[in-house]
């Protein structure tokens, strides 16, 4: 069974950093892509970040362009989001999910519960 | 980067009627498409993908269709079980760009 399972979420000020931890069971982690979405309270679902599976592409959103850095541990069957400067607009549950498919782009079957992270001061 | 709208906003509907949710593409995906059910406090589920395809264990109520910049999502009647709300997403390439959304309530 897939699991994805997020931590390091919290409350920070703003301009601070906070690093979230994504943990991994249930399939081959060094096969798959894997995706950073946030959902800031009571609004929409935003895609934020990924990463290929040998992180070999990495893409961003434009509002966390710079200041967010998405990585992988395949040995640790890991992926962490490590968010630096951050703003009260990244106040929000983020999640961690998986592609559907080890190849090519593709929708998002698998997701964590999530994290939230609250940036206030 | 693609921009992706959705329509209604929102809709209520009586149990067994027809819903159809519509979302568009700035410019065209292909069937780089793909629909998520979120229920309140709940974790987003994918419901379709590649525009049309039913993901494993999802009520054959739902239904997909669409290519390029137009794309519906169906319910066929819709249950109590089914008030959420309903996003599409584009992943032909980054950024996957999420829609904002349509809430299903029961009238």
């Known amino acids: 069974e897939v699991q994805l399972v997020e931590s390091g979420g919290g409350l920070v000020k703003p301009g601070g950093s906070l690093r979230l931890s994504c943990a991994a069971s249930?399939?081959?982690?060094?096969?798959?892509?894997m995706n950073w979405v946030r959902q800031a309270p009571g609004k929409g679902l935003e895609w934020v970040s990924s990463?290929?599976?040998?992180?070999?592409?990495?893409y961003y959103a434009d509002s966390v362009k710079g200041r967010f850095t998405i990585s992988r541990d395949n040995a640790k069957n890991s992926l962490y989001l490590q968010m630096n400067s951050l703003r009260a607009e990244d106040t929000a549950v983020y999640y961690c999910?998986?592609?559907?498919?080890?190849?090519?782009?593709?929708?998002?079957?698998?997701w964590g519960q999530g994290t939230l992270v609250t940036v206030s001061s | 980067d693609i921009q992706m709208t959705q329509s209604p906003s929102s809709l209520s509907a009586s149990v067994g009627d027809r819903v159809t949710i519509t979302c568009r593409a700035s410019q065209g995906i292909s069937n780089y498409l793909a629909w998520y059910q979120q229920k309140p406090g709940k974790v987003p589920k994918l419901l379709i993908y590649a525009a049309s395809t039913l993901q494993s264990g999802v009520p054959s109520r739902f239904s997909g269709s669409g290519s390029g910049t137009d794309f519906t999502l169906t319910i066929s009647s819709l249950q109590p079980e089914d008030v959420a709300t309903y996003y599409c997403?584009?992943?032909?390439?980054?950024?996957?760009?999420f829609g904002p959304g349509t809430k299903v309530d029961i009238k």
């Open positions: 999910a998986r592609d559907h498919y080890p190849r090519g782009s593709s929708s998002l079957p698998y």
């Open positions: 249930g399939f081959t982690f060094s096969s798959y892509s």
């Open positions: 997403q584009k992943y032909n390439s980054a950024p996957s760009t």
């Open positions: 990463i290929s599976s040998s992180s070999s592409y990495i």
